[in-house]
């Protein structure tokens, strides 16, 4: 079946800092990739949605200044937290959709990354 | 954004049992549901996802889909302990968008 690898698993960087979080699909071209933000017993909740080589679409309280996603090829979403603080430690996990003739059950998600700030 | 609602739980099982997972939601257009589970620290994994109304089963696993009355529901037989995790119940919105439940918290009692 078809892989999204995310990394880094998981992060540790100091508030005020940027961190980067890549997600490649392997073996598809993902036209489409959403961003989610999970906290500590809570659900996850949707941040934005990236189409290959277009601006990302942010959820409602999202800020697009401080959560850059580039989407600039069909295998490769990059979603950066810039000057982070500890309210942003969280568990971000990507999800990548292909083509319209891929199922709708094939949403493959990342293996997530957890963001800690100091 | 629509709203997708699950019991947070806790859910006790005791091994063997039956658990009984629910779901509802609230935009009656909603086609297509979805059950994920996941495990502390990691990353969702799909369990069952269901189309039409009745039901549809999986080896251990049941969904039910009551589209007249928002509904969405899992079972599973022959609970194990390791399904002990928290299930996501999860819509599709727009184009392939998932919107998901809080999920509901399943602990299974050896």
């Known amino acids: 079946g078809a892989v999204v690898s995310q990394h880094p698993s998981w992060v540790i960087c100091k508030s005020g800092t940027s961190v980067k979080i890549e997600c490649r699909s392997l073996d598809f071209q993902a036209t489409t990739m959403f961003w989610y933000r999970q906290f500590p017993k809570q659900s996850l909740m949707l941040m934005a949605t990236s189409n290959e080589g277009s601006k990302a679409t942010y959820e409602q309280g999202v800020e697009k200044d401080k959560f850059l996603i580039n989407h600039a090829s069909l295998t490769l979403s990059t979603l950066t937290v810039t000057s982070a603080h500890p309210e942003d430690s969280s568990f971000y996990i990507c999800?990548?959709?292909?083509?319209?003739?891929?199922?709708?059950?094939?949403?493959?998600f990342g293996s997530g990354t957890q963001l800690s700030v100091l | 954004q629509k709203e997708v609602e699950q019991n947070s739980g806790p859910l006790s099982v005791p091994e063997g049992a039956i658990a009984s997972l629910n779901c509802t939601y609230s935009d009656r257009g909603s086609q297509s549901f979805f059950w994920y589970r996941q495990y502390s620290g990691k990353s969702p994994e799909l369990i069952m996802f269901?189309?039409?109304?009745g039901d549809k089963e999986d080896g251990r696993f049941t969904a039910q889909l009551n589209k007249a009355s928002q509904y969405v529901s899992l079972l599973i037989r022959d609970s194990q302990p390791s399904d002990s995790a928290t299930y996501l119940c999860a819509v599709i919105e727009g184009a392939q968008k998932l919107v998901f439940g809080q999920g509901t918290r399943l602990t299974i009692n050896p």
């Open positions: 269901i189309y039409s109304n």
């Open positions: 999800r990548a959709t292909g083509p319209t003739d891929l199922a709708n059950e094939k949403l493959f």
